[in-house]
């Protein structure tokens, strides 16, 4: 039977190759996504024009690079920007395009956000936390440890106004078992 025997060396480039291969992937299908959604803002809107019949809601070229943490690593992201030119008649402020996809002061996918909490509920200190989240994410995830005490605080507020909330209103309904069972082995006497 043949075997393949992969040294700690071997192991450690092919992981580091696929990481690389799944966080090029995610920034490819990432900007892809990006670019549809900016498409279709802008097709919605090509009927706008001002008074000289020029487009009020165009392409603006991209935003300059940045880094987001997700679950496949750091994926570097730049995103299209739009020119929208059209005005809100009822505030007299102009309207702008905020992405769904990825909101102009994400840094961090949502479930990097939800490790955080388990992290600290493990008993893990929030000097450990960036160690940790840099073996696990290749960086950071530009968490310092100012920045987990501050979200410690936060959820340990929202833990409290959990606890303190009134029932009053809400109908349980819950059973209650209360019991002793005693299993005793068959003996079988040989005589």
Do not use: C
């Amino acid at each position: 039977m043949l075997r393949v025997v992969a040294d700690d060396k071997t192991s450690a480039e092919m992981g580091s190759v696929l990481d690389e291969l799944v966080r090029e992937g995610a920034r490819r299908m990432l900007a892809a996504a990006l670019e549809a959604e900016v498409d279709a803002y802008v097709s919605a809107l090509a009927g706008e024009v001002d008074e000289a019949g020029k487009r009020l809601v165009v392409r603006n070229g991209h935003a300059q690079p940045r880094d987001i943490q997700t679950g496949a690593g750091s994926v570097e992201v730049i995103a299209p920007r739009v020119n929208d030119r059209r005005v809100d008649e009822a505030t007299g402020q102009r309207q702008r395009f905020r992405s769904a996809i990825v909101p102009p002061w994400a840094r961090k996918s949502p479930k990097v956000a939800e490790v955080l909490p388990l992290m600290y509920l493990h008993g893990m200190s929030s000097k450990d936390f960036a160690p940790a989240l840099e073996g696990f994410f290749g960086s950071a995830a530009g968490l310092s440890a100012s920045v987990v005490t501050r979200l410690t605080a936060q959820w340990q507020e929202e833990a409290e106004r959990f606890a303190r909330r009134s029932l009053a209103d809400r109908d349980y309904v819950y059973v209650w078992a209360d019991g002793v069972v005693r299993h005793e082995a068959p003996f079988d006497r040989v005589g």
